[in-house]
């Protein structure tokens, strides 16, 4: 309960000053609390965090780059977009992210949520005494950013109902694997896990599952990494379509079979989007869209194959959001009655 109420009182902290369009960044440290303001809010909330378990709250509003983040911070916006529901703007980063695992860094249990990155997110290779260091239990949480850029050595990244506005690519096999990561519930408008080592010594592993992947002929032979993709919308086109040695199953699959050298079983194949999603008949993302899909397409879970399946498409923070707060101050002066309503997005 005691979690519950500081969640709150963080969530109204962080809607006030946006109302103002003043951005604000609350650190919350153990039990105390302390906020800033302003563009750089973000930034120097960073700096006064100790390297590990604190959490940082950021309000609507666009915020400077906090730098190379090498704490394992765990950072909540109020979302990537505009939520229509409570007319709460998003939290919005400029430049580059990039986390930095260098020696002193402590980047195990990076946590961040609710937030719309104007450039690539990246994980920066880094190497101390001749030893490459790796990044450990990275989320990615209902945000949005260019190219999720792996360079680093990773092991358990969980990215899930983000909006990835470019692709998930390695250093190819001289760089350093992703072993573990996971993908769900995530439209990906780029190719998909593409130059990520796979050779014995430099072995990555993914899962793609519950996702739209929509990779056009913007490049030649660019192809979905060889990796296992489940209950997922996946288009062939031209250049864009899933690498020999990939595992594809419960798919809606847009062709009329699998490429050569794929595997994979309890696969649609369709030609025509109209007998795909129920909202639109196109690829195109927007705000407004559900992504709905026929509801003879099923997945191997039993929900709809694409995001609205699995995890479901919830593009808002998990953070508690003050929907209403009244106060009554009594006769006498004394005594100041608050009534405040909140509720969990899903």
């Not at 288009?235 to 990939?246: N, Q, T």
Request: with cysteine; net charge negative; hydrophobic share 40%.
């Amino acid at each position: 309960m005691k979690k519950i109420l500081l969640a709150i009182a963080a969530a109204w902290v962080l809607m006030c000053p946006a109302q103002n369009n003043i951005p604000s960044a609350t650190l919350q440290h153990g039990a105390s609390r302390t906020v800033f303001y302003g563009n750089s809010a973000f930034a120097a909330a960073y700096q006064a965090a100790a390297d590990t378990l604190d959490v940082i709250y950021l309000s609507s509003g666009t915020f400077t780059n906090p730098g190379e983040i090498k704490k394992s911070i765990t950072v909540y916006g109020v979302g990537f977009e505009a939520d229509p529901a409570t007319n709460v703007e998003p939290t919005a980063v400029r430049d580059n992210f990039i986390i930095n695992p260098e020696e002193g860094s402590k980047t195990n249990g990076i946590h961040l949520e609710g937030i719309y990155f104007y450039n690539d997110f990246q994980v920066k290779a880094a190497v101390v005494s001749d030893q490459q260091q790796h990044v450990h239990h990275l989320t990615l949480v209902k945000c949005s950013f260019n190219n999720l850029a792996l360079s680093a050595a990773t092991h358990d990244t969980n990215v899930r109902q983000c909006y990835i506005r470019g692709g998930v690519n390695g250093d190819g096999n001289s760089g350093n694997p992703a072993q573990n990561l996971i993908l769900q519930n995530c439209f990906i408008q780029g190719w998909c896990c593409i130059n990520l080592p796979t050779t014995a010594e430099k072995l990555s592993s993914a899962v793609i599952d519950h996702c739209i992947l929509t990779a056009a002929d913007d490049y030649n032979d660019r192809r979905h990494g060889a990796f296992t993709y489940t209950n997922s919308i996946i288009r062939h086109s031209r250049y864009g379509f899933v690498a020999s040695g990939a595992t594809v199953n419960g798919c809606v699959y847009v062709n009329s079979s699998l490429p050569g050298g794929v595997m994979g079983n309890n696969n649609y194949f369709i030609t025509n989007l109209s007998n795909i999603f129920t909202d639109a008949n196109n690829w195109n993302y927007a705000a407004e869209r559900t992504f709905a899909v026929s509801e003879e397409l099923v997945g191997l879970d039993g929900t709809p194959c694409g995001v609205t399946g699995g995890l479901g498409w919830h593009k808002f923070t998990s953070l508690p959001r003050v929907t209403e707060m009244n106060s009554v101050l009594s006769d006498d002066a004394k005594t100041l009655q608050v009534t405040i309503k909140a509720d969990v997005p899903e």
